[in-house]
């Protein structure tokens, strides 16, 4: 098609009327042919442009934080006489529901620290409103915390004892995990 047009617009003019006619109703065919498609891809541009989606992902990285401290009762009990006192404030941060899981190295017992004395002084722990005993591990399910998370108060139970004097000791790990 281009290649008549270009023909038509730069061939030589010629004297013969018939020939010229059959040249200009060419240029106008082709003319008209350009100016369609011209109007047809105008038209298919307008109308792809009038709506398009974005599709949008993110994510947020899990959080799961514990921490703990100790409060000066922790290491000045007096085991000769019966306790209820605050040990620890345990701190939790999570994004997602989580639990936090106790053990202690000694089944929940404070031990002599001279192993050939076999003394040692039971106690139970309390925590988020429950009293339990650390002879196994000891589980709380909680939910996620805010983006400040939660302190929550640890407590030591004791009964006097009358054991062997000297030093008694054990060590609670505090676990957290996901649900």
Not at 2 to 22: A, D, V
Not at 56 to 69: D, M, N, P, R, Y
Not at 83 to 108: C, H, P
Request: hydrophobic share 40%.
């Amino acid at each position: 098609m281009w290649h008549k047009l270009c023909t038509l617009l730069f061939h030589k003019p010629t004297n013969n009327i018939e020939q010229e006619s059959g040249k200009m109703k060419t240029l106008i065919k082709a003319s008209a042919s350009i100016i369609t498609v011209a109007a047809t891809l105008v038209a298919g541009a307008a109308q792809a442009a009038t709506t398009a989606t974005l599709g949008l992902q993110g994510s947020i990285s899990t959080v799961l934080e514990v921490t703990s401290a100790a409060l000066p009762a922790a290491t000045a009990l007096d085991l000769s006489v019966n306790n209820d006192v605050a040990v620890a404030d345990i701190f939790s941060k999570a994004n997602v529901n989580y639990k936090l899981t106790f053990e202690s190295a000694n089944l929940g017992q404070l031990k002599h620290e001279d192993d050939s004395k076999t003394d040692a002084v039971s106690y139970n722990l309390q925590f988020n409103g429950s009293t339990f005993a650390l002879d196994s591990a000891a589980t709380f399910n909680l939910n996620k915390t805010d983006v400040s998370g939660e302190t929550r108060s640890l407590r030591i139970n004791t009964n006097a004892s009358f054991g062997y004097a000297g030093n008694y000791t054990d060590t609670v790990t505090v676990t957290i995990a996901v649900l």
